[in-house]
C-alpha cells in the first residue's frame, strides 16, 4: 500500500512516520512532498494507492478525475474541514474520504485565547519595545476581560472548549448555533441567542464555525454594522468566513475595535510556507497588516504535539479501515454514496 501526502512539511512526516512504526506498521510505505495538490502537482500521485492532504490543498473536478485516472481510489483530509474537495465528484467515482472530525479542540480554543489576549493586552508590542530598552506604556491600555461579554459563533466542540475557557476568566457568554445550544446552556451557564443580538451585546465574537455556503462571509459589510462598536472580532476557523475588504473598511472607519486572525479566505498561496525574501502581492492582506489593532498568525491554531499525534494516528486508522473493508466512522463518502448528513453530527455554525 502507498500513501502520497501532500502540503508535508518535517512535522508532518515525523509524526506520521512515528505513527506507522508504532501502531500500524505493515499498513503502508510513505511518500511526502512538500507541495500542495493543484492540478499541476498531481502526477505526483500517479502509482499511490491513497492520497492524504491538508486544508489548502485543491480536490477539485480536474484533480479527482486525475487521482483516478492514476489509481487513487482513497482519500484522507488530515483536518476537520472538507470545503476544499468537491464531494459529489468523488462520490461519482467511487472514492473512499475520510477526515479528522475532532482533534484536540482545546488547542484551537486555547489559541484563539491566546490572540484575545496579546491582542487586548498588546504583548506582541510591549515585547518589542522592551527588547530595545523601552519601557514605556503609552499605547499599551488593555481591558480588563472579567465581567465583558463574549459571543461564541458556533457551539461545537472548539466552541465548547473556548467558552469553558472564558467563563474562567468571568466573562458573560453568548452563544449562537443554528444546531441549538442546550449543552452550552446546561453546562457554560451561558445564554443562547441569535447571531444579531450575540453582535450587538458581544466585546469579543469568537468564529468556530465549519466554512459552508450558509457560513461564506458570516462577517460582511451587514453584519459589522449590526457589530457592538469597538468589539473585537476573532477567526480561528476558515478564513472565507470574513469578507476581508469588509473586515479593513470597518477598521478604517472605527466600527471594528480589533481583529485577530489565524486564518486568511485567500491564504491558499501564502500560509504555511516562507514569503519573507519575496513581494506579497496581496495588497488586501498587507493592507490590513498595517493595522496596529490587527493580529494575523499563519493557521497555527491546530499546532500541538496531542494534536498532531492525534491526526496522525486517526488518518492512519481511517486508511486501515479502507484497507480492511471496516466500517468507517470518519469517512465522508461510503460505498459510493455521500454519508455526510446520513451519519455524522450535523455540520455547526
Same mark, same amino acid.
Given at each position: 500500500?502507498?500513501?502520497?501526502?501532500?502540503?508535508?512539511?518535517?512535522?508532518?512526516? $515525523?509524526?506520521?512516520?512515528?505513527?506507522?512504526?508504532?501502531?500500524?506498521?505493515?499498513?503502508?510505505?510513505?511518500?511526502?512532498?512538500?507541495?500542495?495538490?493543484?492540478?499541476?502537482?498531481?502526477?505526483?500521485?500517479?502509482?499511490? #494507492?491513497?492520497?492524504?492532504?491538508?486544508?489548502?490543498?485543491?480536490?477539485?473536478?480536474?484533480?479527482?478525475?486525475?487521482?483516478?485516472?492514476?489509481?487513487?481510489?482513497?482519500?484522507? @483530509?488530515?483536518?476537520?474541514?472538507?470545503?476544499?474537495?468537491?464531494?459529489?465528484?468523488?462520490?461519482? &467515482?467511487?472514492?473512499?474520504?475520510?477526515?479528522?472530525?475532532?482533534?484536540?479542540?482545546?488547542?484551537?480554543?486555547?489559541?484563539?485565547?491566546? &490572540?484575545?489576549?496579546? @491582542?487586548?493586552?498588546?504583548?506582541?508590542?510591549?515585547?518589542?519595545?522592551?527588547?530595545?530598552?523601552?519601557?514605556?506604556?503609552?499605547?499599551?491600555?488593555?481591558?480588563? &476581560?472579567?465581567?465583558?461579554?463574549?459571543?461564541?459563533?458556533?457551539?461545537?466542540?472548539?466552541?465548547?472548549?473556548f467558552a469553558r475557557i472564558m467563563k474562567g476568566f468571568g466573562c458573560v457568554l453568548l452563544g449562537a448555533d443554528p444546531m441549538g445550544g442546550k449543552e452550552f446552556e446546561?453546562?457554560?451557564?451561558?445564554?443562547?441567542?441569535?447571531?444579531?443580538? &450575540?453582535?450587538?451585546?458581544?466585546?469579543?465574537?469568537?468564529? $468556530?464555525?465549519?466554512?459552508t455556503e450558509g457560513t461564506r462571509h458570516l462577517i460582511n459589510a451587514e453584519s459589522l454594522t449590526k457589530l457592538k462598536k469597538g468589539a473585537m472580532v476573532v477567526n480561528?476557523?476558515?478564513?472565507?468566513?470574513?469578507?476581508?475588504?469588509?473586515?479593513?473598511?470597518?477598521?478604517?472607519?472605527?466600527?471594528?475595535?480589533? @481583529?485577530?486572525?489565524?486564518?486568511?479566505?485567500?491564504?491558499?498561496?501564502?500560509?504555511?510556507? #516562507?514569503?519573507?525574501?519575496?513581494?506579497?502581492?496581496? #495588497?488586501?492582506?498587507m493592507r490590513l497588516m498595517t493595522f496596529p489593532n490587527v493580529l494575523v498568525c499563519g493557521h497555527q491554531a491546530f499546532f500541538t504535539r496531542e494534536a498532531l499525534s492525534?491526526?496522525?494516528?486517526?488518518?492512519?486508522?481511517?486508511?486501515? #479501515?479502507?484497507?480492511?473493508?471496516?466500517?468507517?466512522?470518519?469517512?465522508?463518502?461510503?460505498?459510493?454514496?455521500?454519508?455526510?448528513?446520513?451519519?455524522?453530527?450535523?455540520?455547526?455554525?
Amino acid at each position: 500500500m502507498k500513501l502520497t501526502l501532500f502540503s508535508a512539511k518535517s512535522y508532518d512526516t $515525523h509524526y506520521f512516520n512515528q505513527t506507522l512504526q508504532a501502531l500500524h506498521p505493515d499498513l503502508a510505505t510513505i511518500t511526502a512532498h512538500p507541495f500542495a495538490l493543484t492540478a499541476s502537482t498531481v502526477s505526483l500521485a500517479r502509482s499511490s #494507492d491513497a492520497i492524504c492532504v491538508f486544508v489548502n490543498d485543491t480536490l477539485d473536478a480536474t484533480v479527482l478525475h486525475a487521482l483516478h485516472s492514476y489509481g487513487v481510489r482513497a482519500i484522507l @483530509l488530515r483536518c476537520a474541514g472538507f470545503n476544499n474537495i468537491n464531494l459529489s465528484v468523488a462520490e461519482d &467515482l467511487g472514492f473512499f474520504v475520510a477526515n479528522v472530525p475532532s482533534y484536540s479542540p482545546e488547542a484551537v480554543a486555547e489559541f484563539a485565547v491566546a &490572540l484575545i489576549q496579546t @491582542l487586548n493586552r498588546k504583548t506582541h508590542r510591549a515585547y518589542n519595545r522592551v527588547r530595545e530598552g523601552n519601557f514605556n506604556l503609552e499605547g499599551f491600555l488593555g481591558q480588563t &476581560l472579567a465581567g465583558k461579554t463574549v459571543g461564541v459563533v458556533g457551539l461545537g466542540r472548539i466552541g465548547m472548549a473556548f467558552a469553558r475557557i472564558m467563563k474562567g476568566f468571568g466573562c458573560v457568554l453568548l452563544g449562537a448555533d443554528p444546531m441549538g445550544g442546550k449543552e452550552f446552556e446546561k453546562e457554560i451557564g451561558g445564554n443562547y441567542v441569535g447571531l444579531e443580538e &450575540l453582535l450587538g451585546r458581544s466585546d469579543v465574537v469568537s468564529l $468556530h464555525c465549519p466554512l459552508t455556503e450558509g457560513t461564506r462571509h458570516l462577517i460582511n459589510a451587514e453584519s459589522l454594522t449590526k457589530l457592538k462598536k469597538g468589539a473585537m472580532v476573532v477567526n480561528t476557523s476558515r478564513g472565507g468566513l470574513i469578507h476581508t475588504r469588509d473586515a479593513v473598511q470597518a477598521l478604517k472607519e472605527g466600527r471594528l475595535g480589533g @481583529l485577530a486572525l489565524d486564518v486568511y479566505e485567500e491564504e491558499g498561496d501564502l500560509f504555511y510556507n #516562507d514569503h519573507s525574501a519575496e513581494i506579497i502581492h496581496d #495588497d488586501t492582506l498587507m493592507r490590513l497588516m498595517t493595522f496596529p489593532n490587527v493580529l494575523v498568525c499563519g493557521h497555527q491554531a491546530f499546532f500541538t504535539r496531542e494534536a498532531l499525534s492525534e491526526i496522525a494516528q486517526v488518518s492512519l486508522d481511517n486508511l486501515e #479501515d479502507w484497507v480492511k473493508k471496516r466500517s468507517c466512522k470518519n469517512s465522508l463518502v461510503r460505498e459510493g454514496h455521500l454519508c455526510v448528513e446520513e451519519d455524522k453530527e450535523p455540520v455547526r455554525l
